[in-house]
């Protein structure tokens, strides 16, 4: 394992970039593990942003190649910032879900951990804001109270990507990076600070956006003509899959874009490639 874990960053290693070091992973691998060998429901559960975008896709895109149950939940960036009781109930439980993994999302308040307990909901919660309450629940987030891992300024996709090297040590996935690609674009749109980790993903994740195997990454690429990946090309890539502002278009097109940054089928990430430009140029 230790030979494989070196390889992650490679030729950048640093053995404190080890997910592991992050506060309650090792349970949430446990709950996950159980979750996916048992082909339990998972509802990933994120927010309509580019980052939250590239937070579900690449956590979603991970959980189908180990043939995991995943069902997402895009959040209404208009409604209360936390995850409420009545979307317990009308959405994730409505979906069948088991096991609930929020990307950048907490619960409101106790009342929404007792729901999920009374309905056999297993709860992991990725959130990363200076937070010192205890929980009850498996809580992941590098600035909380008593968490030992030094880079504390992830954005939510690169968060996301520690629970994916989590995942990815334990199965003996061997090319996780290549996610790098979606994991670079949410940060770049987070605009992160570039040093540390960071900045290992922003470098590294290049490499594997210009040979990028996505099929509506490259989808994109091709539609637009990029031949190199500049800050220009990213750029643009990040105003493609940026949901419109109007309200009521918004979660549409959110999904769409997920469709879009998961889908397998070419001709598929062709077609919302050229819908939504046509989309931005009617707005």
């Not at 994916?164 to 996610?179: H, L």
């Not at 502002?245 to 919302?272: F, S």
Request: proline share 2%; charged share 25%.
């Amino acid at each position: 394992m230790r030979k494989f874990w070196e390889s992650i960053y490679s030729p950048n290693y640093i053995s404190g970039y080890n997910p592991f070091i992050l506060k309650n992973m090792n349970k949430a691998i446990e709950h996950m593990v159980e979750a996916i060998n048992n082909r339990k429901k998972i509802v990933l559960y994120g927010v309509p942003n580019v980052d939250g975008l590239c937070a579900i896709s690449s956590l979603n895109l991970v959980l189908k190649y180990l043939n995991a149950d995943t069902e997402y939940i895009i959040h209404d960036e208009d409604s209360n910032s936390k995850i409420t009781s009545e979307s317990i109930k009308n959405e994730v439980s409505f979906l069948g879900g088991q096991v609930l993994i929020t990307l950048g999302l907490d619960l409101k308040s106790e009342e929404e951990e007792k729901l999920c307990r009374d309905l056999g909901i297993d709860l992991i919660v990725l959130e990363n804001k200076e937070d010192n309450e205890e929980r009850n629940y498996i809580y992941i987030n590098p600035s909380q109270k008593g968490c030992q891992y030094r880079y504390k300024n992830l954005s939510i996709s690169g968060l996301t990507f520690k629970l994916m090297q989590a995942i990815a040590i334990y199965y003996n996935i061997k090319s996780i990076n290549k996610y790098l690609d979606l994991i670079l674009i949410g940060e770049q749109w987070a605009e992160v600070p570039l040093k540390g980790e960071n900045g290992v993903i922003l470098k590294e994740g290049r490499k594997f956006l210009i040979n990028t195997n996505n099929y509506g990454l490259r989808a994109i690429m091709n539609y637009y003509n990029m031949e190199q990946m500049d800050n220009e090309c990213i750029l643009k890539i990040i105003d493609v899959i940026t949901p419109t502002i109007n309200a009521v278009r918004m979660m549409d097109n959110a999904r769409i874009i997920i469709e879009l940054l998961t889908t397998n089928k070419k001709d598929r990430a062709e077609q919302i490639t050229k819908y939504l430009n046509k989309s931005k140029i009617t707005i």
